[in-house]
């Protein structure tokens, strides 16, 4: 599954907050293994085993996520949800880092 999440933010901000997004999810279990913009992604959202990816880009933050038919469509459910909340410039980059 692809997921293609657009924002008006400058690029470096997008990179933080997706950051700020994976330590969230590292206290939950789920690793990150950043190299520049792109990250690889693996564990267990809401009892489904996934992996993929998110790579930042200018305008957008393209995920995949790699699962079973039932983990690919509750995990990307998550996911989706999750890149509108961190990327949402109502919400401020210091809240989002509290989060985790």
Same mark, same amino acid.
């Given at each position: 599954? /692809? *997921?293609? =999440? %657009?924002?008006?933010?400058?690029?470096?901000?997008?990179? !933080?907050?997706?950051?700020?997004?994976? /330590?969230?999810?590292?206290?939950? @279990? *789920?690793? !990150?293994?950043?190299? @520049?913009?792109?990250?690889?992604?693996?564990g267990?959202?809401?009892?489904?085993?996934? %992996?993929?990816? +998110? #790579? &930042?880009?200018?305008?957008? &933050?393209?995920?995949?996520? #790699?699962? /079973?038919? +039932? !983990?690919?469509?509750?995990?990307? !459910?998550?996911? #989706?949800?999750? +890149? =509108?909340?961190? $990327?949402?410039?109502? /919400?401020?980059?210091e809240? $989002?880092?509290?989060?985790?």
């Amino acid at each position: 599954m /692809n *997921i293609d =999440k %657009k924002h008006s933010l400058d690029k470096e901000d997008a990179l !933080a907050r997706m950051q700020a997004l994976t /330590n969230y999810w590292k206290k939950h @279990g *789920i690793n !990150a293994q950043w190299d @520049g913009d792109r990250t690889s992604i693996s564990g267990k959202i809401k009892g489904f085993s996934f %992996k993929g990816t +998110l #790579e &930042v880009r200018s305008d957008h &933050v393209h995920a995949t996520v #790699e699962a /079973n038919f +039932l !983990a690919r469509k509750a995990g990307g !459910a998550y996911v #989706e949800k999750k +890149l =509108k909340d961190y $990327l949402d410039p109502k /919400n401020s980059l210091e809240d $989002l880092k509290a989060r985790g």
